[in-house]
């Protein structure tokens, strides 16, 4: 999961993460057209456009296809994707829908430990502690990776300087506008299928904490190499309402998004 450079410099303190007053979309303008691609994030009110690549486009269909075991049946009338190149970002957000249907926060999560698990081969975690293990040095190595390698998933990112017990490290990265959150316009996607069990598996899994901070305002989200995550009770994602704008399976009736509540 090579994006141009953020002019400001980011601390996060470990003992007390930022708490941002989130708000809803009814206070911002709604997405209505496509911007070209120019290697920047479109503007809230548009919807950013890509120039997806071979490799961009077989991570898409890799995990699109893992997925699709897990997914719920397609539309009637759905012409079903075979081949990895089948898949575009739009489909592979459709597939993550489908995986929602009918299952619990916890199950959502569960999914995709089980999708990132098979994607690995047999042993890898236990190797990837060996090789990086929870230090300074390996958490700047994995931020300084999550750029290039991110970037089809979440779109332009730079790595920033962050504070872990109280050291200042380059092990931060700072992710312009998301463009899964983008994309899908769901909270509980951002929060059940990316935040939860990306922060989970780098830090149960791989043995190097994470957290993951998304900005419900303007779409944009930092991660913290080498920072424990709060529960998920404590983190302020938890209580953040649904797009009910621009999200299709929104409860605009529900204070808290309802899929972070089953």
């Given at each position: 999961?090579?994006?141009?450079?953020?002019?400001?410099?980011?601390?996060?303190?470990?003992?007390?993460?930022?708490?941002?007053?989130?708000?809803?979309?009814?206070?911002?303008?709604?997405?209505?057209?496509?911007?070209?691609?120019?290697?920047?994030?479109?503007?809230?009110?548009?919807?950013?456009?890509?120039?997806?690549?071979?490799?961009?486009?077989?991570?898409?269909?890799?995990?699109?296809?893992?997925?699709?075991?897990?997914?719920?049946?397609?539309?009637?009338?759905?012409?079903?994707?075979?081949?990895?190149?089948?898949?575009?970002?739009?489909?592979?957000?459709?597939?993550?829908?489908?995986?929602?249907?009918?299952?619990?926060?916890?199950?959502?999560?569960?999914v995709?430990?089980?999708?990132l698990?098979?994607m690995?081969?047999?042993?890898?975690?236990?190797?990837?502690?060996?090789?990086?293990?929870?230090?300074?040095?390996?958490?700047?190595?994995n931020?300084?990776?999550t750029?290039?390698?991110?970037?089809?998933?979440?779109?332009?990112?730079?790595?920033?300087?962050?504070?872990?017990?109280?050291?200042?490290?380059?092990?931060?990265?700072?992710?312009?506008?998301?463009?899964?959150?983008?994309?899908?316009?769901?909270?509980?996607?951002?929060?059940?299928?990316c935040?939860?069990?990306?922060?989970?598996?780098?830090?149960?899994?791989?043995?190097?904490?994470?957290?993951?901070?998304?900005?419900?305002?303007?779409?944009?989200?930092?991660?913290?190499?080498?920072?424990?995550?709060?529960?998920?009770?404590?983190?302020?994602?938890?209580k953040?309402?649904?797009?009910?704008?621009?999200?299709?399976?929104?409860?605009?009736?529900?204070?808290?998004?309802?899929?972070?509540?089953?």
């Amino acid at each position: 999961m090579v994006a141009l450079g953020l002019q400001a410099t980011h601390l996060i303190s470990p003992q007390k993460l930022p708490i941002r007053k989130q708000r809803t979309f009814s206070n911002i303008a709604i997405r209505s057209s496509i911007a070209e691609p120019s290697g920047e994030p479109a503007p809230l009110g548009q919807k950013t456009k890509y120039n997806d690549g071979l490799f961009a486009k077989a991570f898409m269909g890799l995990f699109a296809r893992k997925m699709e075991k897990f997914a719920a049946a397609p539309k009637a009338g759905t012409e079903p994707k075979k081949g990895v190149f089948d898949y575009d970002y739009e489909s592979f957000v459709e597939v993550s829908k489908r995986v929602m249907q009918g299952r619990s926060r916890l199950q959502q999560q569960q999914v995709v430990r089980q999708v990132l698990l098979s994607m690995l081969p047999p042993g890898a975690p236990a190797q990837f502690r060996k090789l990086f293990p929870p230090t300074k040095w390996a958490a700047e190595f994995n931020a300084a990776l999550t750029v290039p390698f991110f970037y089809w998933l979440v779109g332009p990112s730079e790595v920033v300087e962050v504070e872990i017990n109280g050291v200042k490290q380059k092990s931060g990265v700072h992710i312009k506008k998301c463009r899964y959150l983008e994309n899908s316009g769901c909270v509980g996607m951002c929060v059940n299928m990316c935040k939860i069990p990306t922060q989970d598996f780098f830090t149960n899994e791989f043995g190097l904490p994470l957290t993951m901070i998304p900005n419900f305002e303007d779409m944009s989200c930092e991660m913290v190499y080498g920072q424990v995550p709060l529960s998920f009770e404590e983190d302020e994602a938890s209580k953040q309402p649904c797009f009910a704008e621009i999200c299709s399976m929104a409860n605009p009736k529900s204070s808290v998004c309802h899929k972070l509540q089953a």
